[in-house]
């Protein structure tokens, strides 16, 4: 059980396109969903949280224009990095929680891995 | 906002020795303390947690401790064994902030055969 999906694990763009990453909750309900950023050789940095039916909160620094988060059902997720550079080459990783009494565990999704030209 | 460091920043050891990991945290509200192994290209995964009501937490080779009072926890891997090399992360959260996680830098692990 708890199962998170992420989708696409690869992506190569050209600088200035647009790149949607999907994360799924597969075998439960996920109330909260968090997304990440991963830098090589460095810790997870929390980008934003994101509530199933509001808006995301996001971590200072993060430009909530560039890094557009939706989260529309209770399984589904998504992160759109707008007009994409090179600096946001990196490795973005979704995590989900039920949000039920002694859910505090996250469980990760596998990555999408982001390469900007 | 809750601030977790994480040492030592690498650590080998020979295969059969024990790796502790030590961590510290600053927000005296937090209350849920996992651990996290990553490989390489992999997504983290969780191995062991403990929560601030508990002291101490065992899972066959693998143990967590919590000092609330000096706000710190550490990771124990007994009898370690090659596949146990990866980086460990510890993490901080509380429910307040809606258990959002703050990691510690990571502690690469690297168990010599």
């Known amino acids: 059980g708890a199962v998170v999906s992420q989708h696409p694990s690869w992506v190569i763009c050209k600088s200035g396109t647009s790149v949607k990453i999907e994360c799924r909750s597969l075998d439960f309900q996920a109330t909260t969903m968090f997304w990440y950023r991963q830098f090589p050789k460095q810790s997870l940095m929390l980008m934003a949280t994101s509530n199933e039916g509001s808006k995301a909160t996001y971590e200072q620094g993060v430009e909530k224009d560039k890094f557009l988060i939706n989260h529309a059902s209770l399984t589904l997720s998504t992160l759109t990095v707008t007009s994409a550079h090179p600096e946001d080459s990196s490795f973005y990783i979704c995590?989900?929680?039920?949000?039920?009494?002694?859910?505090?565990?996250?469980?990760f999704g596998p990555g999408t891995r982001l390469l900007v030209l | 906002g809750e601030n977790v460091e994480q040492h030592p920043s690498t650590l080998s050891v020979q295969e059969g020795d024990s790796a502790v990991i030590k961590c510290t945290y600053s927000d005296s509200a937090s209350n849920y303390f996992p651990w996290y192994k990553q490989e390489l290209g992999k997504r983290p995964q969780l191995i062991i947690d403990i929560r601030s009501n508990v002291g101490e937490k065992k899972d066959q080779r693998i143990a967590v401790t919590l000092n609330k009072t000096a706000k710190h926890f550490s990771l124990h891997i007994t009898e370690t064994q090659p596949e146990d090399s990866a980086v460990y992360f510890c993490a901080a959260s509380n429910q307040r902030d809606d258990y959002k996680l703050s990691f510690g830098a990571g502690t690469t692990v690297t168990v010599r055969a």
């Open positions: 995590s989900a929680r039920t949000g039920r009494a002694g859910g505090e565990t996250q469980y």
